[in-house]
């Protein structure tokens, strides 16, 4: 068994159990070695075991539920005809002594006479139990044989010559030692049967035979002393009868040529009568997607076949560790190879992305077409009322911020990051800076009608550009050196998504970004604050409470902005941030110059100096 073991292993061979059995042991022994075959998961079972233990241990076994095993028998008992009853070994294979003819051997046996059996007390034993009669005549209750007795007529193991086994290794062995004998007592010439020898020399004559016996046998000895090694592979299989038989289907010859000395004769049946070898095996194999885990205490071939984790593969039969797939891979559905991640982030042909632009589009042509209409009315009460020329500066700052946000559509690079952030602060700066100085003049006008003031000189049109120039390079010179010290640049966000990349502009530098957004947020409140101070200035007059609308809207919008775009994933991120550049634009649009539009074009009546001035009276209005 030590040797199996070994060879087993160098093979490959997994093996479940290892139990030994004499047939001394209790039968608590017995009935323990019976349950550990029971239960295991082996279906291939190794016997090496004698005549005595075996019929034991299969008579314990074939007691229900008799087990369904391939057996693989030891050359004690494989060929041994008493245990073809049990018909739970059907299938049984092993190697045995090869079946042979004795030539004349039958013929001896049958020939026994009542006399000659008389002479051998095995030959007697047999004669007498075989006949139910008494040689001696002198055993009571038992008839005499009276000599009519045939031995032809028998049927059993006695006459049966077809299965002999060990006789023939005896046959062979008493011709070796009369080959030895005749070569010690015999020369050339002539035999001297009284020669005196020792028995070094028989067996000294014994080493050197070599002769082939009448059935055709090869006798001789290696320099160990031990004979050609030569076994029978024998199969248990049901003859056309229904009997249980041992039929020869192949050999093992250690005198043929090394890789050769096996070799197959006839079809194997195995057990359940299948013609395929029977698989055995404690676990099946774990396919690609899984790792092998082996189970506590039981052996390597035992094991349980655990999905890999997320994020890795096993792309082989039987893996023993799963590997992860690289950062910018992602494994398939079966984890047995990875895939490139898909890319996400907000496209051209994506439906956010068209309702976004359509909307983008849509907010510059307003702004385009309420600049034309100003334009064409340019010389009228109403727009020359309202800083004609920071209405036009605001409306096409205004353009710009709803084109800005086109910017942050498509995939990004360097230079759309880049472009995005700070064209985003220095035209919504340019925006706010306009409508800072409306706030301002619509503010000073009004202090100017006091008597003795003279605070209009400081806020004519040349101030008025100035401002709006410095507001917006102050934005400018922040965004340079934003670029300068740390510029957006294009990132592959591995981490909100474990199985897609998300394309993103990283902000660089996220104190640029918060400079640049706080000063824009500075400007809105500063513009929210002096427009809420000149809401109650006369109506007809005074757009500042549009303003502070506008600018309560824009910094709602803003303000709000802030944790959705924390908190929105992958390029939702970027769309909370269009949309709020695009809410933002729709508020002042709608709040300074939709009452203006309405009066130009649908108002005309309205757009006169009296009633600017409020010299009309309002139920005429």
Same mark, same amino acid.
């Given at each position: 068994?030590?040797l199996?073991?070994k060879?087993?292993?160098?093979e490959?061979?997994c093996?479940?159990?290892?139990?030994?059995y004499?047939?001394?042991?209790?039968?608590?022994k017995?009935?323990?070695?019976?349950?550990?075959?029971r239960?295991?998961?082996?279906r291939?079972?190794?016997?090496f075991?004698?005549?005595?233990?075996?019929?034991f241990l299969?008579?314990?076994l074939?007691?229900?539920?008799?087990?369904r095993?391939q057996?693989?028998?030891y050359?004690?008992?494989?060929?041994?005809?008493?245990?073809l009853?049990?018909?739970?070994?059907?299938?049984?294979?092993?190697?045995?002594?090869?079946?042979s003819v004795?030539?004349?051997?039958?013929?001896?046996?049958?020939?026994?006479?009542?006399?000659?059996?008389?002479?051998?007390?095995i030959?007697?034993?047999?004669?007498e139990?075989?006949?139910?009669c008494?040689?001696?005549?002198?055993?009571?209750?038992?008839?005499?044989?009276?000599?009519?007795?045939?031995?032809?007529?028998?049927?059993?193991p006695?006459?049966d010559?077809s299965?002999l086994?060990y006789?023939?290794?005896?046959y062979?062995?008493?011709?070796a030692?009369?080959?030895?004998l005749?070569?010690?007592?015999?020369?050339?010439?002539?035999?001297?049967?009284t020669t005196?020898?020792?028995q070094?020399?028989?067996?000294?004559?014994?080493?050197?035979?070599n002769?082939?016996?009448?059935?055709?046998?090869?006798?001789?000895f290696?320099?160990?002393?031990?004979?050609?090694a030569?076994?029978?592979?024998?199969?248990?299989?049901f003859?056309?009868d229904?009997?249980?038989?041992?039929?020869?289907?192949?050999?093992?010859?250690a005198?043929?040529?090394?890789?050769?000395e096996?070799?197959?004769?006839?079809?194997?049946?195995?057990?359940?009568?299948?013609?395929?070898?029977?698989?055995s095996?404690?676990?099946e194999?774990?396919?690609?997607?899984t790792?092998?885990?082996?189970q506590k205490?039981r052996?390597?071939?035992?094991?349980?076949?655990?999905?890999?984790?997320?994020?890795?593969?096993?792309n082989?039969?039987?893996s023993?560790?799963?590997?992860?797939c690289?950062?910018?891979?992602?494994?398939n559905?079966?984890?047995?190879?990875?895939?490139?991640?898909?890319?996400?982030?907000l496209s051209?042909?994506?439906?956010?992305?068209?309702i976004?632009?359509?909307?983008?589009?849509?907010?510059?042509?307003?702004?385009v077409?309420?600049?034309g209409?100003?334009?064409?009315?340019?010389?009228?009460?109403?727009?020359?009322?309202?800083?004609?020329?920071?209405?036009?500066l605001?409306?096409?700052?205004?353009?710009?911020?709803?084109?800005?946000?086109?910017?942050?559509?498509?995939?990004?690079?360097?230079?759309?990051? /880049? @472009?995005r952030?700070? &064209?985003f602060? +220095? %035209? $919504?700066?340019?925006?706010?800076?306009c409508?800072? *100085? #409306?706030?301002?003049?619509?503010l000073?006008?009004?202090?100017a009608?006091?008597?003795g003031?003279?605070v209009?000189?400081?806020?004519?049109?040349?101030?008025?550009?100035?401002?709006?120039?410095?507001?917006?390079?102050?934005?400018?010179?922040?965004?340079m050196?934003?670029?300068?010290?740390?510029?957006?640049?294009p990132?592959?966000?591995?981490k909100?998504?474990?199985?897609k990349?998300?394309?993103?502009?990283h902000?660089?530098?996220s104190?640029?970004f918060?400079?640049?957004l706080?000063?824009?947020?500075?400007?809105?409140?500063l513009?929210?604050?002096?427009?809420f101070l000149?809401?109650k200035?006369?109506?007809?007059f005074?757009?500042?409470?549009?303003?502070?609308f506008? /600018? @309560?809207i824009?910094? &709602?919008?803003? +303000? %709000? $902005?802030i944790?959705?775009?924390?908190?929105?994933p *992958? #390029?939702?991120?970027v769309?909370?941030?269009?949309?709020?550049?695009?809410?933002?634009?729709f508020?002042?649009?709608i709040?300074?110059?939709?009452?203006k539009?309405f009066?130009?074009?649908?108002r005309?009546?309205?757009?006169?100096?009296?009633?600017?001035?409020?010299?009309?009276p309002?139920?005429?209005?």
């Amino acid at each position: 068994m030590a040797l199996f073991l070994k060879a087993a292993q160098e093979e490959g061979i997994c093996v479940e159990y290892s139990v030994a059995y004499y047939r001394t042991y209790p039968r608590s022994k017995l009935e323990k070695v019976a349950n550990v075959i029971r239960r295991s998961t082996a279906r291939v079972i190794v016997a090496f075991a004698s005549i005595g233990d075996m019929r034991f241990l299969l008579e314990e076994l074939s007691k229900p539920p008799s087990p369904r095993l391939q057996w693989i028998g030891y050359a004690s008992w494989i060929t041994h005809s008493e245990f073809l009853r049990y018909n739970m070994c059907t299938g049984a294979i092993g190697f045995g002594i090869p079946r042979s003819v004795i030539p004349g051997f039958r013929e001896f046996l049958l020939e026994t006479s009542p006399s000659q059996a008389l002479k051998s007390p095995i030959l007697k034993e047999f004669w007498e139990s075989s006949f139910n009669c008494s040689l001696k005549g002198r055993t009571e209750g038992v008839r005499d044989c009276d000599g009519r007795e045939d031995i032809r007529a028998l049927q059993n193991p006695y006459t049966d010559t077809s299965q002999l086994r060990y006789s023939n290794l005896v046959y062979k062995a008493a011709y070796a030692i009369a080959h030895a004998l005749h070569g010690v007592v015999c020369n050339d010439t002539q035999c001297d049967k009284t020669t005196k020898f020792a028995q070094w020399q028989i067996l000294d004559q014994l080493k050197r035979v070599n002769f082939t016996t009448k059935n055709g046998y090869q006798v001789n000895f290696d320099s160990n002393g031990d004979p050609v090694a030569v076994y029978e592979l024998t199969n248990w299989q049901f003859k056309k009868d229904g009997a249980l038989d041992f039929v020869p289907v192949g050999y093992y010859d250690a005198s043929r040529p090394r890789g050769q000395e096996i070799g197959i004769s006839g079809v194997i049946s195995w057990v359940g009568g299948q013609t395929e070898v029977p698989l055995s095996v404690c676990s099946e194999s774990c396919p690609p997607g899984t790792r092998k885990a082996v189970q506590k205490g039981r052996p390597v071939c035992c094991y349980d076949c655990i999905p890999c984790a997320e994020g890795e593969i096993s792309n082989k039969t039987d893996s023993l560790d799963c590997v992860h797939c690289p950062p910018d891979f992602w494994p398939n559905a079966k984890q047995d190879s990875c895939l490139p991640k898909s890319v996400e982030f907000l496209s051209w042909d994506d439906t956010l992305a068209i309702i976004l632009t359509v909307f983008s589009i849509t907010g510059a042509f307003m702004s385009v077409c309420v600049g034309g209409v100003f334009y064409k009315h340019r010389m009228s009460p109403i727009v020359r009322a309202n800083n004609s020329e920071l209405s036009f500066l605001l409306l096409f700052s205004l353009t710009l911020c709803f084109l800005c946000s086109l910017t942050f559509i498509g995939r990004p690079s360097e230079w759309s990051c /880049m @472009l995005r952030h700070t &064209a985003f602060g +220095i %035209t $919504f700066v340019l925006c706010i800076s306009c409508v800072l *100085g #409306k706030t301002l003049v619509v503010l000073m006008a009004f202090r100017a009608t006091l008597p003795g003031s003279n605070v209009m000189k400081w806020f004519g049109p040349p101030q008025q550009r100035l401002s709006v120039l410095a507001f917006t390079l102050t934005q400018a010179i922040i965004c340079m050196i934003w670029l300068k010290v740390s510029p957006p640049f294009p990132f592959k966000n591995l981490k909100l998504y474990k199985d897609k990349i998300i394309l993103e502009c990283h902000l660089g530098s996220s104190i640029g970004f918060w400079a640049v957004l706080g000063y824009i947020g500075l400007l809105a409140v500063l513009c929210f604050v002096l427009a809420f101070l000149a809401r109650k200035l006369p109506d007809n007059f005074n757009e500042a409470k549009f303003i502070t609308f506008s /600018m @309560l809207i824009f910094c &709602a919008v803003w +303000i %709000t $902005f802030i944790p959705a775009y924390v908190s929105s994933p *992958g #390029k939702f991120t970027v769309a909370v941030e269009i949309f709020a550049i695009l809410a933002s634009s729709f508020g002042l649009i709608i709040c300074i110059f939709a009452p203006k539009f309405f009066i130009i074009v649908f108002r005309p009546v309205k757009n006169t100096k009296k009633h600017l001035m409020g010299k009309v009276p309002s139920k005429a209005l």
